[in-house]
C-alpha cells in the first residue's frame, strides 16, 4: 500500500489529515507548502516566518485563501484545530502549536539546528532541510530524537538521502557497497565569492551566497559529509577525489586501485565533475557471487563484478514530503546521522588578515573541506558550520584549515553550545 492510500486511511480514522508546521517560506520553503498542499492526507498547518508576508504568500501560490497572521499562540492553535491556515513570525513557537511534524525550511544553519532542538524538547517530530545544520550537530539531533521516541530525519530528495536509498537497495541485494555519491551538477571554483556568480543568480533567482556555496564546492563537501555520518562510509581522501567521469565510467574509476580504479579504501563516499552524471546520484557495488554476476550480465545490468546503480535525478522539494509520510506511518527516519564518521573543516580561500569578522559558507573567505572526524580533532579544526561570525584573531595564509586557536568563538551561540555539547558526549562515548 503505498503513503497515498495510507495517509487517507489515517485521516479517515483521526479525523484530520497530517498537521506539517514549515518553518522558512522563501523559494524552497514555497515549494515544498505548494507540494504538501498537493498531497492527500496531509497540509501544512502553520507556516513560520520572520518575513510574515513572505508565509501568506506561500500560502496564497499553494491555493490555500483566509490565510491568518497571528501572534497570540493561544489563537493560533484554536486556527490551526480548525483547518485554518496560520502564519506566525518566529519559527521557535512552531513546537507550542498542534502540530504532528515540524519541516525546517530556513536555510540558515544556526536557525535550523535550534528550531530542530527546540521541536524534539517540545515531542515534536523534526524533518530537516538544511543538511547544513546535520553536518554541524546532526549526531547530537538525532540522539535526542531517539532517546526520546520521537523522528528526527532529512527530508527525501536532496542527494544524501537519495544516495542512502540506493545504498540500502544494493545492500538487500547482497551486494557489496564500493562507493556511493553524486554527479556534482556546478561548477568546481573554490575561489568563487559571491560576486562571481551574482548574474547567474539573478537569473536563476538564488542568493549569490548560496549559489557561491554550490559552485566553490561546499554544498558537494557538506552532502557528502552527511552521507558519510548517515552510512559510516569514510572519505577516501581529504575533500574526496572528485574525478571527471561519466555514467558508463563509474563502475570502472570508483574501484579500488588493484582492479584498475582510483581509491585505496572501500567502501567511500564520493563525487564526480564533469561527464554526464549529475544530476543523479550512483552506489557502486560489486557482486562476490560468481552465479549472481552472470546473472546480473545477462540482465544488461554491466558487465561484473563491479556495477553503477544509477538514479539519473533528484527532485529537491518534490520529494521532500515522503519523509513526513515515513515519519508519521512507519515512526522512522528516512536519513540521519548515526556516527561521526567525517567532517566538514573550513579552508581559506585567500590570505586572510587578524581582526576580519569571518563570513561563513557561501561568503568571501572560506570553502568546506570533509575530512575524517578523528583528523580533525587532532587538527583541533573548527566546522565550517560555526565559522560565521567567529573574529580572526592572527593572520592565515590561503589554503589554510581553520582551528579553534585561529578564531575568536562567541560561545554564547546556541549552535556553539550545542556543538560543544555534541563534542563532550562524544568523547564521553555517550554518543
Known amino acids: 500500500m503505498n503513503y497515498t492510500q495510507r495517509l487517507l486511511e489515517r485521516e479517515k480514522t483521526v479525523g484530520r489529515p497530517v498537521r506539517v508546521g514549515v518553518v522558512g517560506a522563501g523559494q524552497m520553503g514555497s515549494g515544498l507548502i505548494a507540494q504538501i498542499e498537493r498531497v492527500a492526507g496531509m497540509e501544512v498547518s502553520v507556516v513560520a516566518d520572520i518575513a510574515v508576508e513572505r508565509g501568506v504568500a506561500a500560502y496564497e501560490k499553494a491555493g490555500r485563501q483566509d490565510v491568518q497572521v497571528e501572534t497570540d499562540l493561544a489563537k493560533a492553535a484554536e486556527l490551526v484545530e480548525a483547518g485554518k491556515p496560520v502564519v506566525i513570525a518566529d519559527g521557535l513557537q512552531m513546537p507550542k502549536l498542534p502540530v504532528d511534524i515540524v519541516l525546517e525550511v530556513s536555510g540558515v544553519p544556526e536557525i535550523a539546528a535550534q528550531i530542530a532542538y527546540a521541536s524534539l524538547l517540545g515531542k515534536k517530530d523534526v524533518a530537516l532541510m538544511t543538511v547544513e545544520a546535520d553536518v554541524t550537530v546532526g549526531l547530537l539531533l538525532s540522539s535526542v530524537a531517539n532517546a526520546g521516541n520521537q523522528i528526527y530525519t532529512i527530508c527525501r530528495g536532496d542527494e544524501p538521502s537519495e544516495c542512502l536509498k540506493l545504498v540500502e537497495f544494493a545492500q538487500d541485494l547482497g551486494l557489496t557497497v564500493i562507493a556511493a555519491g553524486k554527479g556534482k551538477n556546478n561548477p568546481n571554483r573554490p575561489t568563487d565569492v559571491p560576486e562571481d556568480v551574482m548574474e547567474e543568480a ?36 581529504a575533500g574526496m577525489h572528485g574525478p571527471s567521469c561519466t555514467i558508463e565510467e563509474l563502475a570502472k574509476k570508483l574501484i579500488p586501485l588493484a582492479d584498475g580504479g582510483i581509491l585505496t579504501n572501500t567502501p567511500v563516499v564520493e563525487y564526480t565533475v ?11 557495488v ?45 515512526r522512522r527516519s528516512d536519513f540521519q546521522t548515526v556516527v561521526w564518521q ?11 588578515a587578524a581582526g576580519i569578522t569571518l563570513e561563513g559558507m557561501g561568503g568571501h573567505h572560506v570553502r568546506g573541506w570533509t575530512v575524517d572526524a578523528a583528523q580533525a580533532r587532532e587538527q583541533n579544526a573548527i566546522p565550517i558550520g560555526l565559522v560565521a561570525g567567529c573574529k580572526l584573531i592572527r593572520d592565515i595564509k590561503a589554503g589554510a584549515t581553520l582551528t579553534y586557536d585561529d578564531v575568536e568563538v562567541d560561545e554564547t551561540r546556541p549552535l556553539v553550545a550545542m556543538r560543544r555539547l555534541q563534542d563532550a558526549l562524544i568523547k564521553g562515548g555517550v554518543i
Request: hydrophobic share 40%; proline share 6%.
Open 342 to 352: 567525517s567532517e566538514v573543516t573550513a579552508v581559506t580561500k585567500f590570505d586572510l
Open 274 to 284: 564533469e561527464g554526464d552524471v549529475a544530476p543523479g546520484i550512483f552506489a557502486v
Open 286 to 330: 560489486k557482486s562476490e557471487d560468481p552465479v549472481v554476476t552472470h546473472e546480473l550480465d545477462y540482465l544488461n545490468f554491466g558487465t561484473g563484478p563491479y556495477y553503477a546503480v544509477y538514479r539519473p535525478y533528484h527532485l529537491a522539494s518534490i520529494e521532500a514530503h515522503l519523509s513526513i509520510s515515513e515519519a508519521i506511518l512507519e
Open 202 to 237: 539573478k537569473a536563476k533567482n538564488m542568493n549569490p551566497r548560496m549559489l557561491c556555496e554550490f559552485t566553490d564546492g561546499t554544498k558537494t563537501q557538506l552532502e557528502m559529509c552527511a552521507l558519510s555520518n548517515a552510512t559510516g562510509y569514510p572519505v577516501d581522501v
